[in-house]
């Protein structure tokens, strides 16, 4: 938690930009001087030396998981065979077997979807993200095959794993044109592609896209606490702290036992100046958390 403002998707973080230093110098003697009795701008408050920013984003909801069939029959020779082979051995954690007759199917029929959608999950899962994004693309780009049960929502199943692998590799402009193709094929609103676009949009710095995304997912989901808890963290990169407030707020309200929600929330009302509100959290804290109530102690000068 060094970073002034930290959020991850399976450790994903951007920092927080401070203002040097020395700008207001420059800045000063390049403008003519003050006339008495014009108002000074009030000075904008930052953290002491040391002090923790905002806690963690929550994590990127998960990518579909591999769904693994039964033990593998004898004879592994046409596609469907190749296929129920692959599923079997990926089942029994043999990964470099599946994979073989998964290629092997797609060379039988390199036009069908399922033996590319099935590689780029055993790839992701194997954490070879650049070889599971190939897989993916050429998927999405096939025919299913509706005698081995594939439907369009195999597709858009196989774009929001596309997704999540580029935000594995901070590819996020990729990850929310994935995600965004997922959210253009649903039939009905669903709140997960929405939650993992508003990650790679605050990875991106697009704070206010980001708060938007996340109240879209609040929007069909309205007990989504980690989108609340995310969308407090893209307020305070805003520095809307009462925005920040009323989002760890919900969090609180809908996860009580968020310790770094309330973290959060401390902080805010740090930076509006609640000192009131700030000793409250840290009292809150002192139980659960002890480590978090001293660093938001420390901003109180306690």
């Known amino acids: 938690m ?20 020395g700008a207001g110098v420059v800045a000063s003697a390049q403008q003519p001087r003050q006339q008495p009795g014009q108002n000074t701008p009030p000075k904008k408050k930052k953290l002491p030396p040391g002090a923790k920013g905002f806690a963690q984003f929550a994590d ?31 089942g ?11 290629t092997q199917a797609a060379k039988l029929k390199p036009a069908m979807f399922r033996p590319q959608y099935n590689l780029g999950q055993i790839y992701e899962a194997q954490g070879k993200y650049k070889e599971a994004a190939d897989a993916y693309k050429r998927a999405v780009a096939l025919k299913i095959d509706a005698g081995l049960g594939e ?3 195999n597709v858009m199943s196989a774009y929001f794993n596309l ?41 991106l710095g697009k704070q206010q896209e980001a708060v938007n995304s996340f109240r ?22 805003l520095e809307d702290y009462p925005q920040a407030v009323a989002a760890f707020k919900k969090t609180l309200e809908l996860k009580p036992d968020d310790a770094q929600a309330r973290y959060n929330l ?22 659960t958390r002890p480590e978090l109530a001293r660093e938001l102690a420390k901003l109180s000068g306690k």
């Open 266 to 287: 401390g902080l805010a009302y740090y930076f509006m100046d609640d000192a009131k509100a700030l000793a409250a959290e840290v009292q809150a804290l002192q139980k």
């Open 216 to 237: 879209e997912a609040v929007r069909v989901k309205p007990d989504y606490w980690e989108a609340y808890y995310n969308m407090g963290v893209a307020y305070g990169k």
């Open 60 to 90: 990127r909801d998960a990518s579909d998981k591999l769904v693994t069939g039964g033990a593998t029959r004898g004879e592994c020779a046409s596609y469907e065979q190749l296929i129920e082979c692959a599923m079997g051995q990926a």
């Open 163 to 203: 997704g999540n692998v580029y935000a594995m590799m901070n590819q996020h402009e990729q990850a929310v044109a994935a995600l965004q193709e997922v959210i253009r094929r649903l039939p009905e609103p669903y709140h997960t592609p929405h939650y993992n676009v508003g990650l790679s949009l605050a990875a």
């Open 2 to 21: 060094a970073n002034m403002f930290k959020y991850a998707m399976r450790a994903l973080f951007v920092a927080l930009a401070l203002v040097a230093s």
């Open 151 to 153: 439907t369009p929502v």
């Open 92 to 102: 029994q954690g043999n990964t470099k077997e599946a994979v073989a007759f998964l």
